[in-house]
C-alpha cells in the first residue's frame, strides 16, 4: 500500500506547489494557499504510512457476527459495486459510442473557452463606488468646486449612502475623484451593483464636468485610473495618433460594450504666446529684460521667499489679483517706467496668439501614446470589451501602429492565462508518476482523459453565466 500512497502525495504535491512559485499577482496571492496545501498533503502521506497502520492495529480487533448496521452498510456497498461493474460492463460493449462521447466532451471546451466571460476578478459588493469628473482643459479651481459640490448634493439623495468624499486636481489638474460610501449591508437595502447606474445616472446630468462610475478594484495593487485602460502607440505624431484614436474610439462605443469611453489626450488645450515687438520695446526706451520681468512679477505667481507670522511661515509669491488679470486687454492697465521715467502700457508693446495643443504628451515604450480609458457596460466583462478592441484595433490602425493595456486590464491581459501553463506542467508531472506506479505509457493516458472532461463539468457552469473566468475559478 506504501507505492499508492506515495504517488498519491506526490501527484497532488505537484499540483499545488508550482503555483506557490508563480510571479505577478498570481502568485502574491496565492503563495500561502499553495504551500499550504502542499504542505498538508506531505504531511497526510506520512501519517499514512506510519501512524495510520499502527492505530489500525490497536483499534481494529477481531470479532464474531456483524451487527445490522454493519451488515446493512455492507450490503450497501456490494450492492453499489455491483451496479457499478453491470454499468461498466455495458459501456464496455460500446466502445465507440464512449469514445465518441470523450472526443466531444473535450472538444466542447475549447469552444466553451471561447464563449465564457474573461475577467481577472468578479467584481465584489465593497460598499464603495468611485467616481471622476474632467471639465475643460481651462478649468480653474473654483469652477471644479462649484461642480463638485453640485455632485455631492446629487449623491446624498440616493439610496444607500452614508457618505463620501472629493479630491479636486488628484488625477489632473482639471479632474474631480471621489468616492460614494454606502451604509453597511445590514442598514441598506440596495446592492453597490444596484446602486451603480443610478449614481451614474444622477451625475451625468452635471453638465459641466463628464463624469464616470466605477467599482473599487477587487484585487489591489491595480494601478490607478478607470478600469478599462487600452493604449494605442505609434512613432507618428500625435495629430494622426488623435485621428485614429477618434475612428476607433466611434467604433467601441457603437458596439455597446462600453458605458463610457474617454480619451486620454484631446486637442483642446488653449495656448497663449506672448509676441513681443522688440522695435516698439527699442524706441520706446525699454529692454526685453524690463518687458519679461514686469509680466513675470505680475502674472507669473513665481515663489519669492517666505516670511513669519504668529509663528507661522508663509511663501511670498506676487501676483495681481484674479479681476485684473481676466483677459489679455488687463496689460493695457499694467505700466512699466522707461528710461526718461514715462509710464507705458504693456499692451503697446505685447501681443497674443492664440492656438491648441494635445493637453499632455505621453510615451508608452518609447513611442507616442494615447490611451483610450473608460467602464465596460455592466454585464459585460473585461475580457470580452479587450477581445473587441484588439479585433477592431487590427481593422482600424493603419501601419506604424499597435496598441498595449495598462492598469487593470494590463494585469488581465499578462496574468489572466497564467494558471493555464502551469495546469498543463502539472498534467505532465503526474502524467510521469502516474507512469512509474502502473510501470506503463498507456495506462496513466487512460486516468487522465477524466481531468480534461471533468474540467468540462465545471466550464458549463460558467458558460450558463453562473461565474466568469477569472483567477479563482481556474485554480479551482
Not at 468578479?122 to 471639465?135: A, M, R, S
Not at 479630491?167 to 468616492?179: D, E, K, Q
Not at 441598506?188 to 451625468?204: N, T, V
Not at 463624469?211 to 495629430?239: H, K
Amino acid at each position: 500500500m506504501a507505492v499508492p500512497i506515495i504517488a498519491m502525495t506526490t501527484t497532488l504535491v505537484a499540483v499545488y506547489a508550482p503555483i506557490g512559485f508563480m510571479g505577478g499577482l498570481v502568485g502574491s496571492l496565492f503563495t500561502e494557499f499553495a504551500f499550504t496545501l502542499a504542505g498538508a498533503v506531505v504531511i497526510s502521506g506520512i501519517v499514512a504510512l506510519t501512524l495510520s497502520p499502527m492505530l489500525s492495529g490497536m483499534v481494529l480487533k477481531p470479532h464474531g457476527n456483524p451487527g445490522k448496521f454493519e451488515g446493512l452498510v455492507e450490503r450497501s456497498f456490494n450492492g453499489l459495486s455491483n451496479g457499478y461493474k453491470r454499468a461498466l460492463t455495458s459501456l464496455m460493449e460500446t466502445k465507440s459510442v464512449v469514445i465518441f462521447f470523450a472526443f466531444v466532451v473535450l472538444g466542447s471546451i475549447y469552444f466553451m473557452a471561447m464563449m465564457s466571460q474573461n475577467e481577472l476578478a468578479p467584481t465584489e459588493d465593497q460598499g464603495i463606488l468611485f467616481y471622476q469628473g474632467l471639465g475643460p482643459q481651462t478649468s480653474t479651481l473654483d469652477y471644479l468646486q462649484e461642480h463638485g459640490d453640485e455632485i455631492q448634493s446629487r449623491m446624498s439623495s440616493l439610496p444607500g449612502y452614508e457618505e463620501d468624499f472629493m479630491i479636486i486636481g488628484f488625477t489632473g489638474p482639471n479632474a474631480v475623484f471621489g468616492g460614494f460610501k454606502m451604509a453597511p449591508w445590514s442598514e441598506r437595502e440596495i446592492s453597490q451593483f444596484e446602486a451603480q447606474p443610478q449614481l451614474d445616472a444622477e451625475l451625468s446630468k452635471v453638465t459641466g464636468l463628464q463624469t464616470a462610475v466605477f467599482p473599487r478594484p477587487s484585487l489591489p495593487g491595480s494601478g490607478g485610473g478607470l478600469p478599462f485602460q487600452f493604449v494605442i502607440t505609434t512613432g507618428n505624431s500625435y495629430e494622426q495618433l488623435n485621428q485614429v484614436a477618434d475612428e476607433l474610439l466611434g467604433e467601441a462605443m457603437g458596439s455597446g460594450n462600453f458605458m463610457f469611453l474617454q480619451k486620454s489626450i484631446n486637442f483642446d488645450r488653449p495656448i497663449t504666446r506672448i509676441k513681443v515687438d522688440r522695435d516698439r520695446v527699442a524706441d520706446l526706451g525699454l529692454s526685453m529684460q524690463d518687458v519679461g520681468q514686469a509680466l513675470s512679477s505680475m502674472l507669473g505667481g513665481g515663489y519669492i521667499n517666505r516670511f513669519n507670522m504668529e509663528g507661522r511661515s508663509y511663501q511670498v509669491i506676487p501676483q495681481v489679483d484674479q479681476k485684473f488679470r481676466l483677459d489679455s486687454q488687463a496689460l493695457n492697465d499694467y505700466y512699466i517706467r522707461s528710461d526718461t521715467g514715462t509710464l507705458v502700457p504693456l499692451g503697446s508693446v505685447v501681443s497674443f496668439s492664440n492656438d491648441v495643443e494635445p493637453s499632455s504628451r505621453t510615451q508608452f515604450n518609447q513611442q507616442n501614446s494615447l490611451t483610450l480609458q473608460g467602464v465596460v457596460m455592466p454585464g459585460v466583462a473585461a475580457g470580452t470589451a479587450m477581445d473587441y478592441m484588439e479585433k477592431t484595433a487590427e481593422e482600424v490602425f493603419p501601419q506604424g501602429f499597435s496598441f498595449d493595456y495598462t492598469g487593470q486590464s494590463r494585469q488581465l491581459a499578462t496574468q489572466g492565462s497564467a494558471l493555464v501553463v502551469t495546469f498543463f506542467l502539472s498534467l505532465l508531472v503526474i502524467y510521469l508518476v502516474l507512469a512509474a506506479q502502473f510501470e506503463s505509457w498507456r495506462d496513466p493516458l487512460i486516468i487522465l482523459v477524466s481531468v480534461p472532461m471533468s474540467v468540462a463539468g465545471a466550464m458549463s457552469f460558467i458558460v450558463l453565466g453562473f461565474a466568469s473566468m477569472n483567477i479563482y475559478t481556474q485554480v479551482g
